[in-house]
């Protein structure tokens, strides 16, 4: 099946700094990337669609300004958490789809620790 | 938007029982339902997926049912093993591929 690779896997930061995660798809074209955000024992929540070559699409409630992502080819996305805070402190996702109307593909997820 | 609701929160078991997940939908133009097993500190792993004109799907140990009228779907694990311990999602969407919205997670524990 289709490769999605996230990087970092986990990363510690000092409060104020910004930290940036990678979404690849490995093997495939991903015009579109989810990224998600999971608190501990809670539901994945997502948080902005990403597409290729164009503005990510936000949730409600998710700051655009503080959530920087950026889709610049068909197989990377990142998503740059920018003056982190310890409230920011939670397990990142990304998944992708190979095409509309077929299944997504998860990363494997950074765990962000803000100290 | 939509809303997807998720009972038991937690669920256990006797090896060999079966367990019963619940959920429910708010958009009805919801048409995929996937189901995921997320093991601590892991992407979510698909299970087992339902699109709307299909009322139930098997797959060995693992079924899930669709009501669409009541607008909920279940997911059934027979003969559960202890490897089947695990937080599950339900989820929802508008088509395979498109953003997922999803239930609160059940945490499943079989005991041996």
């Known amino acids: 099946g289709a490769v999605v690779s996230q990087h970092p896997s986990w990363v510690i930061c000092k409060s104020g700094t910004s930290v940036k995660i990678e979404c690849r798809s490995l093997d495939f074209q991903a015009t579109t990337m989810f990224w998600y955000r999971q608190f501990p024992k809670q539901s994945l929540m997502l948080m902005a669609t990403?597409?290729?070559?164009?503005?990510?699409?936000?949730e409600q409630g998710v700051e655009k300004d503080k959530f920087l992502i950026n889709h610049a080819s068909l197989t990377l996305s990142t998503l740059t958490v920018t003056s982190a805070h310890p409230e920011d402190s939670s397990f990142y996702i990304c998944?992708?789809?190979?095409?509309?109307?077929?299944?997504?593909?998860f990363g494997s997820g950074t765990q962000l620790s803000v100290l | 938007g939509e809303n997807v609701e998720q009972h038991p929160s937690t669920l256990s078991v006797q090896e060999g029982d079966s367990a019963v997940i619940k959920c429910t939908y708010s958009?009805?133009?919801?048409?995929?339902f996937p189901w995921y097993k997320q093991e601590l500190g892991k992407r979510p792993q698909l299970i087992i997926d339902i699109r709307s004109n299909v009322g139930e799907k098997k797959d060995q140990r693992i079924a899930v049912t669709l009501n669409k009228t009541a607008k909920h779907f279940s997911l059934h694990i027979t003969e559960t093993q202890p490897e089947d311990s695990a937080v599950y999602f339900c989820?929802?969407?508008?088509?395979?591929?498109?953003?997922?919205?999803f239930g609160g997670g059940t945490r499943v524990l079989v005991k041996p």
């Open positions: 998944s992708a789809r190979v095409r509309l109307d077929e299944k997504l593909f």
């Open positions: 989820a929802a969407s508008r088509a395979a591929g498109n953003k997922l919205t």
């Open positions: 990403s597409n290729e070559g164009s503005k990510a699409t936000y």
């Open positions: 958009d009805s133009a919801s048409n995929y």
